[in-house]
């Protein structure tokens, strides 16, 4: 008891205690710092490249005085890659994601998929973009557009699946049993009435997996390395904007440097704005 | 009897209705064998293109730190010491950093601003690879070269322990900011799962911890991260398993040498940089396959390491 009541022992308790809430919260002011930091050499670095040319000029050749040449054949081909990358990564995703969550109840193949699933939704890009090499860049001699979106669709279709999966358990029994009441098989029900009532979560797993998707570099440089023309074919090489900012930044060109940065400002804020509209849908359907 | 209640099944339930059932159920189930095909698709490209080069070298390749296309050698020592060393002090540093943040958001930080924070570090997570690679490399090398780098050699006593472990050409990019960078990068997922892992203790633990007199630290150490200490270990293991397979940021700030790093400021190669960097311009097939080999080795590792954080964190949801 006498211990307990050691004001000099208190003392030192609370003063370990101030330590720890203080170390606590620098750690806190570290990651934000880290988050201005990168957000204030994008915007010093980039928005002065933000005007009409960069979205309507093409990449320009090396040596080019500084401030010529724009991203447009960049944009076009991430655009269409992810355009294409999503719709396979949203229709697999979807069908993954409603087959664990509907039809996998107690099964152990349904348990294995899950498993993996959230294995890949980590695993290294690179190695997804040696995989598509083998499968789509190799038998066709060259890559090409519809490639890097193959790469791209491998990526964020375990995001997909998984929130998915977590919006449809969200859905009440009762649900499905009154959907069953009324005549309507499994699969109608599903369809009709589970997916309408996650709608707002399916969007949310779509852009979530665009976010994944839009800013990786890795799976690209061997499946669709670049273009510096104007091309919108999925069957032949495209630009796209994290591959100019590979082959851009670490160029001596000067110019090349300035549009490294305006590409990176720019798929950034698509990147997070998808991220930050995500998350806000998927917390305003969590409350409702 | 039997009869009537089949007609009665087939009045509720047509069997056009029955079939669009079943082929529904099918599609769903083929996207997810799909989905299966895929990762053991992954594997076996990644085995037999791998191969000749592990055929060839034996296991040579694992031990050898001669990486050499001109000679057409390859051992792959140096890149899988660089990816592990990276990601452990990448670990090193996250690590605190994230509990202190989670703790700190939880435990200390007043609601309206802990909103804020978690999109802040939400946002951390959500920065392209790439993005971090660049800034990396025109921000935080030059920085680091300036203000940690240069004066820490030039104080360093010859022959002194300092010495060895800050030799290397002064410029910053080096195997410590790229651990750094890493840390970065990781720390948002660490820190979210550790958050959730914290809320998820039990409020009347809590409660009869502080009702005993505790102070938030005690709470904290001796209640809350025991609590929760076997998914914490996993959440570990999944921002290690990131940290060993990032590759675009760590291309651009190693500064891409195989050889054994000599010490912590020195410029080195990982795995994933490796292949970042040289399969494009490969030409030799022997080349290739050794890229290819390196990419199975990184498979392996980090597919363990992800399937054990898995395990740990055992579907809970992040």
């Given at each position: 008891?006498?211990r307990?009541?050691?004001?000099?022992?208190?003392?030192?308790?609370?003063?370990?205690?101030?330590?720890?809430?203080?170390?606590?919260?620098?750690?806190?002011?570290?990651?934000v710092?880290?988050?201005?930091?990168?957000?204030?050499?994008?915007?010093?670095?980039?928005?002065?490249?933000?005007n009409?040319?960069?979205?309507?000029?093409?990449?320009?050749?090396?040596?080019?005085?500084?401030?010529?040449?724009?991203?447009?054949?960049?944009?076009?081909?991430?655009?269409l890659?992810?355009?294409?990358?999503m719709?396979?990564?949203?229709?697999?995703?979807?069908?993954?994601?409603?087959?664990?969550?509907?039809?996998?109840?107690?099964?152990?193949?349904?348990?294995?998929i899950?498993?993996?699933?959230?294995?890949?939704?980590?695993?290294?890009?690179?190695?997804?973009?040696?995989?598509?090499?083998?499968?789509?860049?190799?038998?066709?001699?060259?890559?090409?557009?519809?490639?890097?979106?193959?790469?791209?669709?491998?990526?964020?279709?375990?995001?997909?699946?998984?929130?998915?999966?977590?919006?449809?358990?969200?859905?009440?029994?009762?649900?499905?049993?009154?959907?069953?009441?009324?005549?309507?098989?499994?699969?109608?029900?599903?369809?009709?009435?589970?997916w309408?009532?996650?709608?707002?979560?399916l969007?949310?797993?779509?852009?979530?997996?665009?976010?994944?998707?839009?800013?990786?570099?890795?799976?690209l440089?061997?499946?669709n390395?670049?273009?510096?023309?104007?091309?919108?074919?999925?069957?032949?090489?495209?630009?796209?904007?994290?591959?100019?900012?590979?082959?851009?930044?670490?160029?001596?060109?000067?110019?090349?440097?300035?549009?490294?940065?305006?590409?990176?400002l720019?798929?950034?804020?698509?990147v997070?704005?998808?991220?930050?509209?995500?998350?806000?849908l998927?917390?305003?359907?969590?409350?409702s | 009897?039997?009869?009537?209640?089949?007609?009665?099944a087939?009045?509720?339930?047509?069997?056009?209705?029955?079939?669009?059932?079943?082929?529904?159920?099918?599609?769903?189930?083929?996207?997810?064998?799909?989905?299966?095909?895929?990762?053991a698709?992954?594997?076996?490209a990644?085995v037999?293109?791998?191969?000749?080069?592990?055929?060839?070298?034996?296991?040579?390749?694992?031990?050898?730190?001669?990486?050499?296309?001109?000679?057409?050698?390859?051992?792959?020592?140096?890149?899988i010491?660089?990816?592990?060393?990276?990601?452990?002090l990448?670990?090193?540093?996250?690590?605190?950093?994230?509990?202190?943040?989670?703790?700190?958001?939880?435990?200390?930080?007043?609601?309206?601003?802990?909103?804020?924070?978690?999109?802040?570090?939400?946002?951390?997570?959500g920065?392209?690879s790439i993005?971090?690679?660049?800034?990396?490399?025109?921000?935080?090398?030059?920085?680091?070269a300036?203000?940690?780098?240069?004066?820490?050699?030039?104080?360093?006593?010859?022959?002194?322990?300092?010495?060895?472990?800050?030799?290397?050409?002064p410029n910053?990019t080096?195997?410590?900011?790229?651990?750094?960078?890493?840390?970065?990068?990781?720390?948002?997922?660490?820190?979210?799962?550790?958050?959730?892992?914290?809320l998820?203790?039990?409020g009347?633990?809590?409660?009869?911890?502080?009702g005993?007199g505790?102070?938030?630290f005690?709470?904290?150490?001796?209640?809350?991260?025991?609590?929760?200490?076997?998914?914490?270990?996993?959440?570990?293991?999944?921002?290690?398993?990131?940290?060993?397979?990032?590759?675009?940021?760590?291309?651009?700030?190693?500064?891409?040498?195989?050889?054994?790093?000599?010490?912590l400021?020195?410029?080195?190669?990982?795995?994933?940089?490796?292949?970042?960097?040289?399969?494009?311009?490969?030409?030799?097939?022997?080349?290739?396959?050794?890229?290819?080999?390196?990419?199975?080795?990184l498979?392996?590792?980090?597919?363990?390491?992800?399937?054990?954080?898995?395990?740990?964190?055992?579907?809970?949801?992040?």
């Amino acid at each position: 008891m006498a211990r307990l009541t050691d004001p000099a022992r208190y003392a030192r308790r609370k003063a370990a205690n101030a330590v720890f809430v203080t170390l606590t919260s620098l750690a806190t002011l570290v990651a934000v710092l880290a988050l201005v930091a990168i957000l204030s050499s994008l915007l010093v670095n980039g928005l002065g490249g933000i005007n009409l040319a960069a979205f309507t000029t093409d990449t320009p050749g090396g040596g080019e005085p500084l401030g010529t040449g724009g991203l447009r054949n960049a944009m076009v081909g991430s655009l269409l890659m992810c355009g294409v990358g999503m719709a396979l990564a949203v229709v697999i995703g979807i069908l993954v994601g409603t087959y664990l969550a509907e039809y996998g109840e107690g099964n152990r193949l349904a348990s294995a998929i899950r498993f993996l699933n959230d294995v890949l939704l980590s695993a290294p890009s690179i190695l997804i973009g040696l995989f598509a090499y083998e499968l789509f860049v190799v038998p066709f001699h060259g890559g090409s557009a519809l490639a890097g979106a193959a790469a791209l669709a491998i990526l964020s279709t375990p995001v997909v699946t998984r929130t998915t999966e977590d919006i449809l358990r969200l859905q009440s029994n009762q649900l499905r049993e009154a959907g069953m009441a009324l005549g309507a098989g499994k699969g109608l029900v599903i369809r009709a009435i589970i997916w309408r009532a996650s709608r707002t979560g399916l969007v949310t797993g779509a852009l979530l997996g665009f976010a994944r998707m839009s800013g990786e570099t890795a799976p690209l440089i061997f499946t669709n390395a670049g273009n510096q023309f104007f091309a919108a074919k999925l069957t032949g090489l495209t630009a796209s904007l994290p591959v100019s900012i590979y082959n851009f930044a670490l160029s001596a060109d000067e110019n090349w440097r300035r549009l490294a940065w305006v590409a990176a400002l720019v798929i950034s804020v698509a990147v997070l704005s998808a991220n930050i509209i995500g998350r806000a849908l998927a917390r305003g359907s969590k409350q409702s | 009897m039997a009869q009537s209640l089949t007609a009665m099944a087939d009045t509720i339930a047509p069997r056009r209705v029955v079939r669009g059932d079943a082929l529904f159920h099918g599609l769903c189930f083929s996207a997810a064998v799909l989905l299966m095909a895929t990762l053991a698709g992954l594997l076996v490209a990644l085995v037999i293109g791998g191969w000749p080069a592990l055929a060839h070298f034996g296991p040579g390749f694992f031990t050898s730190s001669v990486w050499n296309p001109v000679t057409d050698e390859y051992g792959a020592a140096g890149p899988i010491v660089g990816t592990l060393v990276t990601a452990l002090l990448a670990m090193l540093v996250a690590l605190p950093l994230a509990v202190g943040i989670a703790v700190f958001l939880v435990e200390f930080c007043p609601a309206a601003l802990a909103h804020w924070v978690g999109i802040a570090v939400e946002l951390l997570a959500g920065i392209p690879s790439i993005v971090y690679g660049m800034w990396g490399l025109f921000v935080l090398a030059p920085w680091f070269a300036e203000h940690v780098q240069m004066p820490l050699m030039l104080a360093a006593t010859p022959g002194g322990w300092i010495e060895w472990l800050t030799q290397g050409v002064p410029n910053g990019t080096n195997i410590f900011t790229a651990s750094l960078v890493l840390a970065i990068m990781v720390l948002p997922f660490i820190a979210t799962v550790f958050r959730e892992l914290l809320l998820s203790v039990p409020g009347h633990v809590r409660e009869a911890a502080y009702g005993m007199g505790c102070t938030s630290f005690e709470v904290v150490r001796a209640i809350m991260l025991p609590y929760v200490r076997r998914s914490a270990i996993g959440a570990v293991m999944l921002g290690l398993g990131r940290a060993l397979g990032e590759t675009m940021a760590v291309t651009f700030i190693i500064g891409n040498s195989h050889a054994f790093p000599k010490g912590l400021f020195d410029s080195g190669s990982t795995i994933a940089s490796t292949i970042a960097n040289e399969f494009a311009e490969a030409n030799g097939t022997l080349h290739i396959s050794a890229l290819v080999a390196l990419g199975l080795v990184l498979f392996v590792i980090t597919f363990s390491v992800l399937a054990v954080a898995r395990m740990l964190l055992a579907r809970e949801k992040f």
